[in-house]
Structure formats: structure tokens, C-alpha cells
């Protein structure tokens, strides 16, 4: 059977502009695995911790329905079931690859997805085009032929939704709708799906990604990284031929 291509497709109308980049913060094994496999990593939604990823109107219309009543009510139990089953069959047919979208480094990425380590750096443009260019030559047949890319929008889902901005259409839309508590991430994503009946049995996707070292980047060490560290890390990088990427931290913790 022939498998179509997959298209990359904007998911909603934020824009974003020309100055502004894409950060991923990360370890150093992750970093070396992206630029050593040249593959985006997709989690698989049900991964995240975040219990309110991916709800569509339904599902959260169950959540909140038992969370808003008698814990004891007889109906609540039966409720809180269909919400999990509902909701965990969405989460793991969805797979979702996270930066941070900003134009400087942000010291809150830092503290919660780097533990002194690094991130990597891109043009947000550059990025979704070298990605849109090698969709055009990628199939999977396990896989939707469709990627969508974009912008989280941050909005009230619990315990009081916003239910006008919730309303959604298709499952793979639902990745780019998050609570507002999480606004500070400033998330940009590429969001894929697979088909209902491979729900489940797929962990994660790779998506290849062989122009990434064609691509300009910088990798930026942590703030507050002691100085025996970021020569062990330098050393690392030398091999992989990187150590003129990288750059220190602008943000000034130590005057």
C-alpha cells in the first residue's frame, strides 16, 4: 500500500515574528542525541504531566461534571471512569515535539527543563522550514500524513473553561489549547497523530531530520554552570565538531 507524504500545516493564525526563535531546553544526552540521530523526538501525549493536555470540549465537560459534585454521588465514579478512558485514548494517539518560543533566554526554562545544562537555539523560521521541507519527502505509514506546527494558545480550561475558545474541531487540534497557568512556557509545537487503532501501541515518534546541522544554532550552557563543567561539556561538543556554537549565558547571576 502506498503511503502519502506528510504535509506540515499551520495549526492556528498566531503569528510570529521574523527576530524572534525557537529554545529547547534540555541535557546534554538529549542534545547530543539530536544532533548525532538528526531526529525530532515526539512524546506521546499521555507522557506529559500535565492531566489537562489535549482535552477536547467533551471530555473536560466529564471532568468537571464529577469533579463539581458529592465525591460519594453514585454517578461520580462512573463519570471520573469515562473521563480517564476518554481522555488517555486521545493522549496516546497524539505525539508532540515542544520549544519555547522567545528572543532571549528565559530564566524560568532554566530552572524547569535544565538542570545546569544547555539549550539549543534556532531562527523559529529557519526551523519550521528546513522541518516543511523534509515532510515533503517523509511517509510513515503508522502514522496520519498530516503535521500540524504552531503556537499554544493559553486559556482558562479548569475548573472555570473557557468554553467559546475550547471549541474545537478535529483530535489533533486539541495539542494547542493549554491552561493559562502554563503561559510563562510561551510554547511553540509540532503535533502529530496516529490513526485510532494504533492508539497505544506506538511510544513515540522520530521524525528524521538529516539538514539540522546545515541549519545555523546556537548552543547556550547554563547561567549558573561552574567552569569545570562547561569544559567537560566543551570537550564533549569538540567531538561532535560543535564547540564554535556555542555561546555563554546572557543572563547576568554572578556580578
Not at 499551520?10 to 526563535?21: F, H, R, T
Not at 491552561?179 to 513515540?204: H, L, Q
Request: hydrophobic share 35%; glycine share 2%.
Amino acid at each position: 500500500m502506498q503511503t502519502s507524504r506528510m504535509k506540515l500545516k499551520l495549526a492556528n493564525n498566531i503569528k510570529i515574528k521574523e527576530n524572534e526563535y525557537l529554545w529547547r531546553y534540555m541535557d546534554l544526552y538529549k542534545l547530543i542525541s539530536l544532533i548525532h540521530e538528526k531526529e525530532l523526538f515526539f512524546s506521546r501525549a499521555d507522557f506529559f504531566e500535565d492531566k489537562l493536555e489535549c482535552l477536547n470540549n467533551n471530555i473536560l465537560n466529564l471532568l468537571i461534571s464529577y469533579s463539581t459534585h458529592r465525591v460519594n454521588h453514585p454517578i461520580i465514579a462512573d463519570l471520573k471512569n469515562k473521563f480517564l478512558q476518554e481522555s488517555s485514548k486521545i493522549k496516546k494517539s497524539l505525539f508532540i515535539n515542544c520549544w519555547h518560543l522567545n528572543q532571549r533566554e528565559s530564566y524560568a526554562m532554566w530552572n524547569i527543563y535544565s538542570d545546569q545544562s544547555i539549550a539549543i537555539k534556532f531562527n523559529a523560521h529557519d526551523l519550521i522550514e528546513a522541518v516543511k521541507d523534509q515532510s515533503k519527502s517523509y511517509s510513515d505509514s503508522k502514522f496520519n500524513d498530516t503535521m500540524l506546527y504552531g503556537l499554544v494558545e493559553y486559556v482558562d480550561i479548569y475548573p472555570k473553561p473557557n468554553i467559546e475558545k475550547l471549541n474545537d474541531g478535529s483530535i489533533i487540534y486539541v495539542p494547542f489549547k493549554k491552561d493559562s497557568t502554563y503561559y510563562y512556557e510561551k510554547e511553540f509545537r509540532f503535533v502529530t497523530e496516529a490513526p485510532s487503532n494504533e492508539s497505544g501501541n506506538i511510544k513515540n515518534f522520530k521524525f528524521p531530520f538529516p539538514k539540522i546541522n546545515s541549519l545555523n544554532f546556537e548552543i547556550y550552557l547554563h547561567p549558573k554552570m561552574n567552569d569545570l563543567k562547561k569544559e567537560g561539556i566543551k570537550t564533549i561538543l569538540k567531538k561532535f565538531n560543535l564547540i564554535d556554537k556555542i555561546s555563554e549565558s546572557k543572563l547576568l547571576l554572578n556580578i
